[in-house]
Each structure stands twice: as C-alpha cells, then as structure tokens.
C-alpha cells in the first residue's frame, strides 16, 4: 500500500514516538519487530490502530515487494550494520528514511545516489539530531557565501532517559564507533585522525560550558556536503576531554577490532542499566562554525528541546513529505533536501551571529 509505512523498531522509544506522531495525523501504519508482546502494548497505546509484523529484519525486509509500503522508517541499530541492508531491500518505488548518525551507515546510504534514482525512490539518512541540528546550522551560514576553507560542527544533545538497560542495538553501536577511530576532512579529503582530538570549551546560549572532541559521525559528511569546506571537523561532548584517557585511545580501538573481544564488550555494554532521568540541561544545540580564507568567521546555533523527541519529529516530518510526494529521487541527508527550514518547522530555532572578522586581520 503505496500510504502505508512501516516502522522498523517500533517498541524503541524513538520508534514510538515516531509512530505516535505519524498515527496523530491519519497515517496507516505496520509496526515492526521481533517482540509481538511488546508491539501489541505499542499499538494498544494508538488505539490499536496499526497492523503488526513480527519477526527478524531478514524475514521482513523479504515481505517488502510484496507488501510495498510507501515509506519505510528504520530505527534499528546499528546503523552500520542495517542502513544499507533495508536501504537496498526496498524495492523500486518504496521509499526510505533512516535516524542513523554512524560515518560508514551515512556515507553508504549517501553512495547510492545513482541506483535510488534510477528506482524513482528518496533515501533519507540522518533524519534525526545527529545530522539535521548541525547541518541545518551549516547550511544557513553557507548560504550565499564562497566555499568556505574550515567548519566545524558541535551537536550538544540533552536527552531524557528511560529506565532499563542500554540494550543489544545502542551497545552495538557504541563498540562499532569507538572501533572505527577518528575522521575528519583535511584538504578537501575524509581522512584519518586522532578520536577526541581539536578539544573545545563551547558555552551554549543557555550558559552552559561543555567541552567536545572530534571524531566519526554522519555530521561529519553532512556538513562536509553541506560546505564543500576544504576542512571539517565534526565534535561531540561524549568525546573523552582529559588527556590521559585521549592518548589510550588508539589502543582501546584497536582492542575493540577484534571480533571476540567486540562481541564480548558488546554483550556487557548492553546489561548496563540506566535510571529514568530527566534531561541534564534544559535544551539541545546544534552548533557550527564557519570560517572563509580571508579570516571571515561566522557562528550559529539551533536550539530544540529533548534530542531524541527532535530526532522522532524530524523522521516524522519527513516520511510525511515523502508520501505527499515530495522530494527528489536519490540518496539524501534531510537538511540537502528540505533546507535548513526542515529544522524550524520541526520546533528548532536559529541563532546565527552577524558576520565578524577575525582578530589576527589586518
């Protein structure tokens, strides 16, 4: 059914808020995943409404023909691992969106450009805040300007968190990022760096002082794309900021490649309990900062409420758009797509500085 989606992951709490918003505004929905008890407690919180389809990711993504949603929403981690696993399976037509902010999951959906095109189907990777809040920054201090030589990008997310465990997918993806290393843009080329390296005190427009480092992430390429910057570096707070824990670094990836020892550091990550809290700091911000070859800097910041209910609006606004048949075929982030107003009609509000030069000028 060509106004039906499907919701990969739909017991998450990502892929249930996601539901609930689609199903608020009238779309028919499949709820997916492997726990039929838990998807039927999803669906009794939506009225009952949607239809259910138990069982692996395999098994489902070889009902996709036949059944041919209009829109399939992946939230299953990890992202490297299932991007472009259901973003090939879909079929020609069927359409495809993705939360993913792993480098690899990004870069690979992006690199299917031409075959998506060709289907007459948009893939769309990143449509959460990993990617938009940064991108979107990017994007609306670029516009108009010459290419800029360096970016740097900051996404400073505030997240509430529910009780349980991290759970087999967040753990995977942990292990999967601190194995991959560190990447940054030198020269117009993805290179390979030092994880947490380029530390920076950041003071948010709330006040708040946070120090990020750089390392792998779909922000990253999306604001690389964005900029066609000859530098980028894309930062994060979870980027470990003392220095003794930054130089063990490199070993702890090199540990982490090794099959054996990733599943085991999976396995244990993933029973790690969490407790309910409320969201450390009272918003999200995606930051970014711009600066062109003759010193001109330019500074600015998106701020949003809780990051992953930002992540569920955006998924939501844009599997909207895709069934009311907008878009353009081929591989996108969402930011390339819809502009940087995506972010404000999903509750984000700009603070860009005016243009100021830099200190060492003339």
Known sequence: MKNE?????????????????????????????????????????????????????????????????????????????????????????????????????????????????????????????????????????????????????????????????????????????????????????????????????????????????????GELIAAWRASNADSVIAASPAAPSNAIVRSVLPAVEAIFRIPGISRFATSMIARIPLRAQNMPRTSSWGHARVEWSDGTVREGWLRVGDGTDFTAAVAAEVTQRLLKGEGRPGSHTPGSLFGPELAETVGGEFFVDQVRESLDRG
């Open 5 to 217: 989606v499907w919701v990969l992951g739909a017991t998450g709490r990502t892929g249930r808020v996601i539901a609930r918003r689609l199903h608020e505004v009238g779309v028919s929905l499949v709820l997916v995943g492997r726990d039929r008890e838990r998807l039927e407690s999803v669906a009794a919180d939506l009225d009952g409404a949607p239809r259910l389809l138990v069982g692996s990711l395999g098994s489902t993504l070889s009902k996709l023909a036949q059944d041919a949603p209009g829109v399939v929403v992946n939230t299953v981690g990890p992202f490297t691992i299932t991007a472009l696993e259901v973003a090939e399976a879909c079929p020609p037509g069927i359409h495809y969106v993705d939360i993913a902010n792993e480098l690899p999951a990004v870069e690979g959906v992006l690199e299917l450009d031409r075959q998506a095109a060709a289907a007459d189907q948009v893939l769309i990777t990143g449509a959460g805040f990993g990617v938009l809040a940064t991108e979107s920054v990017v994007l609306r201090l670029c516009d108009g300007q010459p290419r800029p030589a360096l970016v740097r990008v900051d996404p400073l997310a505030s997240i509430a968190l529910e009780e349980g465990v991290i759970g087999s997918a967040l753990a995977a993806t942990i292990v999967e990022i601190l194995s991959f290393g560190g990447r940054e843009v030198r020269h117009g080329r993805l290179v390979r760096s030092r994880s947490a390296a380029h530390p920076t005190r950041l003071t948010t427009p709330d006040g708040d002082v946070l120090t990020t480092g750089s390392g792998p992430s």
